[in-house]
């Protein structure tokens, strides 16, 4: 594969950084420096180094799960079917979700091996954007669509971050938060006297779920979307 897909695979930086440390000599491949961005690696044969330390070649795997309603968030449980389950051929031992979704609750959850990605888009400092479709029990009012885009009170110790809300046609609510609160959205919507009675995530980190996929389907990201999670 390229070597520039080789190092963000690695985990080393996304497209265009790894371009720029390659141009600053900073990889070397077989002992010596880097041709370019387009040089071919082959994974287990070519040994590849960074800063000149020889990564280990370990693969990154990222994926886009359709999670449905009554499967939880988790790679293993003894009771309930989890997330991981879902993968069937793929599923690995090194796989898990990145954060979770409530039991009844549907759509986008990425599943993947990278642990420092998963912890930065997981970070509290990095305002990472989710969005959902929720059903309320009544279209909340312009008044109420203010608060939630200003914040309220959820009882923690302070109010929610600025969100985006929008009352759509058929009175379900479009919310982007920038926090993975518990509950967050449900307990949204109850600070301003309403319910959540269906939820899902349809975007994650500036990626939208894929209309492609039925509930319980998932695919690879592109890596073109890998690298949108990276800069986001």
Do not use: C, W
């Not at 499967?71 to 993968?87: G, I, K, N, Q």
């Not at 109420?144 to 759509?168: F, M, W």
């Not at 959205?185 to 039925?214: H, W, Y």
Request: aromatic share 6%; no cysteine.
């Amino acid at each position: 594969m390229r070597l520039d897909r080789y190092l963000s695979q690695a985990g080393v930086g996304t497209r265009s950084q790894v371009k720029a440390y390659i141009r600053q000599g900073l990889v070397a491949v077989n002992g010596s420096l880097a041709e370019g961005p387009g040089q071919d690696v082959s994974e287990g044969t070519d040994q590849v180094a960074f800063r000149g330390e020889v990564l280990s070649g370990q693969r990154y795997h990222y994926y886009m799960l359709n999670k449905p309603k009554g499967v939880v968030s988790a790679t293993r449980d003894d009771r309930e079917r989890t997330v991981v389950d879902l993968l069937g051929e793929k599923k690995r031992d090194d796989l898990f979700p990145v954060g979770r979704l409530d039991k009844d609750t549907e759509g986008f959850l990425l599943l993947t091996n990278d642990g420092g990605l998963a912890h930065r888009l997981l970070s509290p400092k990095r305002h990472v954007d989710k969005t959902y479709l929720a059903q309320v029990r009544r279209p909340p009012t312009p008044e109420e669509l203010q608060a939630l885009e200003q914040g309220v009170d959820i009882g923690e110790k302070r109010p929610t971050l600025p969100a985006e809300a929008a009352l759509l046609e058929d009175g379900s609510l479009r919310i982007t938060i920038r926090e993975g609160k518990y509950h967050q959205v449900k307990r949204m919507l109850e600070a301003v006297d309403n319910q959540v009675t269906a939820l899902k995530r349809v975007a994650f980190g500036g990626i939208s779920l894929d209309d492609a996929l039925p509930a319980g389907a998932y695919r690879e990201l592109t890596d073109e979307e890998v690298e949108r999670l990276r800069e986001a």
